[in-house]
Protein backbone atom coordinates (compact mmCIF):
# COMPACT_ATOMS: atom_id res chain seq x y z
CA UNK A 1 0.00 0.00 0.00
CA UNK A 2 1.47 2.99 -0.57
CA UNK A 3 2.22 5.97 1.98
CA UNK A 4 2.60 9.57 1.59
CA UNK A 5 4.10 11.99 3.85
CA UNK A 6 3.61 15.93 3.18
CA UNK A 7 6.44 18.52 4.70
CA UNK A 8 6.84 22.14 4.18
CA UNK A 9 4.31 23.17 6.22
CA UNK A 10 4.84 26.58 8.76
CA UNK A 11 3.93 30.04 9.72
CA UNK A 12 4.05 32.50 7.31
CA UNK A 13 3.13 36.13 7.10
CA UNK A 14 0.47 37.60 4.66
CA UNK A 15 1.96 37.81 0.87
CA UNK A 16 4.61 34.83 1.85
CA UNK A 17 5.10 32.14 0.18
CA UNK A 18 5.59 28.35 1.08
CA UNK A 19 5.96 24.93 -0.91
CA UNK A 20 4.74 22.06 0.29
CA UNK A 21 6.27 18.36 -0.80
CA UNK A 22 4.71 14.84 -0.30
CA UNK A 23 6.45 11.80 -0.90
CA UNK A 24 5.20 8.74 -1.86
CA UNK A 25 6.54 5.32 -1.31
CA UNK A 26 6.33 2.49 -4.22
CA UNK A 27 7.05 1.88 -7.43
CA UNK A 28 3.68 3.05 -9.52
CA UNK A 29 3.90 6.68 -8.63
CA UNK A 30 3.19 7.80 -12.23
CA UNK A 31 0.19 6.03 -12.35
CA UNK A 32 -1.78 8.01 -9.45
CA UNK A 33 -3.66 11.04 -9.86
CA UNK A 34 -2.27 13.00 -7.26
CA UNK A 35 -4.34 16.02 -5.29
CA UNK A 36 -3.96 18.57 -2.56
CA UNK A 37 -6.66 19.19 -0.26
CA UNK A 38 -6.55 21.27 2.84
CA UNK A 39 -9.21 21.63 6.02
CA UNK A 40 -9.82 24.64 7.98
CA UNK A 41 -10.53 24.42 11.84
CA UNK A 42 -14.39 24.10 11.66
CA UNK A 43 -14.45 23.58 8.00
CA UNK A 44 -14.68 20.60 5.81
CA UNK A 45 -12.05 19.38 3.83
CA UNK A 46 -11.41 21.15 0.43
CA UNK A 47 -10.24 20.21 -2.83
CA UNK A 48 -7.05 22.84 -3.62
CA UNK A 49 -5.71 21.08 -6.45
CA UNK A 50 -4.83 18.12 -8.26
CA UNK A 51 -2.57 16.39 -11.53
CA UNK A 52 -3.09 13.50 -13.63
CA UNK A 53 -3.54 13.73 -17.12
CA UNK A 54 -4.23 17.59 -16.39
CA UNK A 55 -3.81 20.24 -13.92
CA UNK A 56 -7.25 21.42 -12.06
CA UNK A 57 -7.21 24.19 -9.36
CA UNK A 58 -9.85 25.02 -6.81
CA UNK A 59 -10.75 28.99 -7.78
CA UNK A 60 -9.37 30.19 -4.44
CA UNK A 61 -5.86 28.66 -5.69
CA UNK A 62 -6.04 29.74 -9.08
CA UNK A 63 -3.33 31.96 -10.06
CA UNK A 64 -1.44 31.69 -6.58
CA UNK A 65 -0.67 27.93 -6.06
CA UNK A 66 1.45 25.98 -8.42
CA UNK A 67 0.92 21.70 -8.57
CA UNK A 68 3.82 19.83 -9.94
CA UNK A 69 5.15 16.39 -9.75
CA UNK A 70 8.65 14.43 -10.43
CA UNK A 71 7.83 11.33 -10.63
CA UNK A 72 11.40 10.42 -10.65
CA UNK A 73 11.35 11.53 -7.51
CA UNK A 74 7.86 10.55 -6.41
CA UNK A 75 7.23 13.63 -5.04
CA UNK A 76 3.80 16.17 -5.66
CA UNK A 77 4.53 19.81 -4.32
CA UNK A 78 2.27 22.33 -4.01
CA UNK A 79 4.46 26.23 -4.64
CA UNK A 80 1.99 28.47 -2.67
CA UNK A 81 2.54 32.61 -3.17
CA UNK A 82 0.50 35.29 -1.79
CA UNK A 83 -0.70 33.76 1.03
CA UNK A 84 -3.72 34.72 3.05
CA UNK A 85 -4.67 34.15 6.38
CA UNK A 86 -7.57 32.28 5.04
CA UNK A 87 -5.25 30.30 3.60
CA UNK A 88 -4.21 28.73 7.17
CA UNK A 89 -5.25 25.26 7.08
CA UNK A 90 -4.10 21.64 7.40
CA UNK A 91 -2.87 20.62 3.83
CA UNK A 92 -3.31 17.08 2.87
CA UNK A 93 -1.67 15.26 -0.13
CA UNK A 94 -3.78 12.94 -1.54
CA UNK A 95 -2.79 9.67 -4.32
CA UNK A 96 -5.80 7.96 -6.37
CA UNK A 97 -5.76 4.86 -8.81
CA UNK A 98 -9.26 3.83 -9.28
CA UNK A 99 -8.87 1.43 -11.12
CA UNK A 100 -6.93 -0.43 -8.59
CA UNK A 101 -8.68 0.75 -5.16
CA UNK A 102 -6.23 3.17 -4.54
CA UNK A 103 -7.45 6.46 -2.32
CA UNK A 104 -4.59 7.24 0.03
CA UNK A 105 -4.59 9.90 2.42
CA UNK A 106 -1.04 11.60 3.90
CA UNK A 107 -1.14 12.77 7.27
CA UNK A 108 -1.24 16.52 6.58
CA UNK A 109 1.23 19.32 6.99
CA UNK A 110 -0.07 22.64 9.37
CA UNK A 111 0.26 25.75 7.23
CA UNK A 112 -0.40 29.10 8.96
CA UNK A 113 -0.46 32.75 7.89
CA UNK A 114 -0.32 35.52 9.94
CA UNK A 115 -1.60 38.89 9.40
Known amino acids: QVQLVESGGGLVQAGGSLRLSCAAS????????MHWFRQAPGKEREFVAG?????TYADSAKGRFTISRDNAKNTVYLQMNSLKPEDTAVYYC???????????WGQGTQVTVST
Open 94 to 104: NAQNLRVSINV
Open 26 to 33: GRTFSTYV
Open 51 to 55: IGGSI
